[in-house]
C-alpha cells in the first residue's frame, strides 16, 4: 500500500468555478486513501525542462468519498502554481500529488463536541471537508462557522453552505470586509473580538476552535478567542500564506 509521501500520478477529472477567483478541481487518485478532514495533498509540477515546484492545497471534500479528492484553488496574484491550476490546467491533465498530510488540523467524527469554525479567504477550504464529513456521518452536536471574506462575490461554497446551515445544528455567520450588497445583514467589519464572543458564546467553553486562513488574520483569531475565554488547548490554527485578510 502506498505511503502518504509517497508521489503519485493525479488525473484531473473535472473543474468547475467557484468563484471569479477560485476553481475547485477534482483530482482522481490511483492511491486513494481515507483522508482526516483538515488534512492536505502537497502538488508538484514539474516542466519540461526538469524545473519543479510543489506547493500545499487543503482537502476540501470529504473523506466517504472514494477513488478522488476535490481541491479548491484561489488565484494569488503573480502566483506561480495558483495561475497554473487556474488558467492551464484542463481535464485530463496529470501531475504529482502525495498525501493525505497532516496530523494536527484535523477533525472527525470521532472528535466531536461543538466545533467552532474561523476562516479567511480560502481558508474555508478544510473547514469545508470539516462540514462535508460532519454532515454525511450525521454529526448532531452543534457547529458554528464565521466566514470572513471581502465581497460577496468572493464567498467560497455560499450555496452549499446554504444547505448544511438548513437542518443540521451549523450556523454560519459572514464578515465582508471591503463591501457588501444591498441589505446586508451579517457583519461588515475585520473578526474582532466582540464578534468572536458573539458567534462562540453559544457553543460554550467547551468548544473546539479551528482556524485558517491568511497568517495576519489566524494570528489575531488565535489571540482573540483566548481573550474571549476560549483555553489554547482548544484552539487549532493552519496557516496559509503571508497576506493579510
Ligand atoms: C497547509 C496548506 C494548505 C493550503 N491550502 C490551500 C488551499 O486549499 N487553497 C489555496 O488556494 N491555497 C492553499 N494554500 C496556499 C498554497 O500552498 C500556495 O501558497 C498558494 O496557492 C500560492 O502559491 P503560488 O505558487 O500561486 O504563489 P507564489 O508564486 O508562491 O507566490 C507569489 C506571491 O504571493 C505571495 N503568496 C504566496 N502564498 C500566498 C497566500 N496563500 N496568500 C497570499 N499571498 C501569498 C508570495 O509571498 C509571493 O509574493 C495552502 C498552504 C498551506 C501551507
Same mark, same amino acid.
Given at each position: 500500500m502506498k505511503r502518504p509521501l509517497e508521489w503519485q500520478l493525479a488525473t484531473v477529472k473535472s473543474l468547475r468555478s467557484e468563484t471569479p477567483e477560485v476553481k475547485t478541481l477534482t483530482l482522481s487518485l490511483p492511491e486513494w486513501t481515507a483522508h482526516r478532514p483538515g488534512q492536505h495533498y502537497d502538488i508538484r509540477l514539474t516542466a519540461e525542462d526538469g524545473y519543479s515546484t510543489q506547493r500545499s492545497y487543503s482537502i476540501a471534500?470529504?473523506?466517504?468519498?472514494? @477513488?478522488e479528492i476535490d481541491i479548491s484553488v484561489e488565484r494569488i496574484v503573480d502566483g506561480e502554481v495558483s495561475s497554473y491550476l487556474l488558467d492551464t490546467v484542463k481535464v485530463g491533465d496529470r501531475f504529482e500529488v502525495r498525501g493525505p498530510?497532516?496530523?494536527?488540523f484535523v477533525w472527525d467524527r470521532s472528535i466531536g463536541g461543538p466545533l467552532l469554525l474561523v476562516a479567511g479567504g480560502s481558508g474555508v477550504v478544510p473547514l469545508m471537508a470539516m462540514l462535508r464529513h460532519r454532515a454525511v456521518a450525521g454529526v448532531k452536536d452543534p457547529a458554528r462557522l464565521l466566514y470572513s471574506a471581502r465581497t460577496y462575490e468572493q464567498i467560497i461554497y455560499a450555496k452549499e453552505l446554504e444547505m448544511l446551515s438548513r437542518n443540521s445544528g451549523l450556523t454560519v455567520a459572514y464578515t465582508l470586509t471591503r463591501s457588501q450588497p444591498? @441589505?446586508?445583514?451579517g457583519y461588515t467589519r475585520r473578526i474582532d473580538d466582540a464578534m468572536l464572543k458573539e458567534v462562540?458564546?453559544?457553543?460554550?467553553?467547551g468548544a473546539l476552535a479551528y482556524i485558517c486562513g491568511p497568517t495576519a488574520l489566524v494570528e489575531a483569531v488565535a489571540d482573540g478567542l483566548e481573550r474571549v475565554?476560549?483555553?489554547?488547548?482548544h484552539i487549532r490554527t493552519e496557516r496559509f500564506g503571508p497576506s493579510a485578510a
Open positions: 471534500s470529504e473523506p466517504e468519498r472514494e @477513488g498530510i497532516g496530523g494536527y444591498p @441589505g446586508w445583514k462562540s458564546g453559544p457553543l460554550g467553553p475565554g476560549l483555553p489554547a488547548e
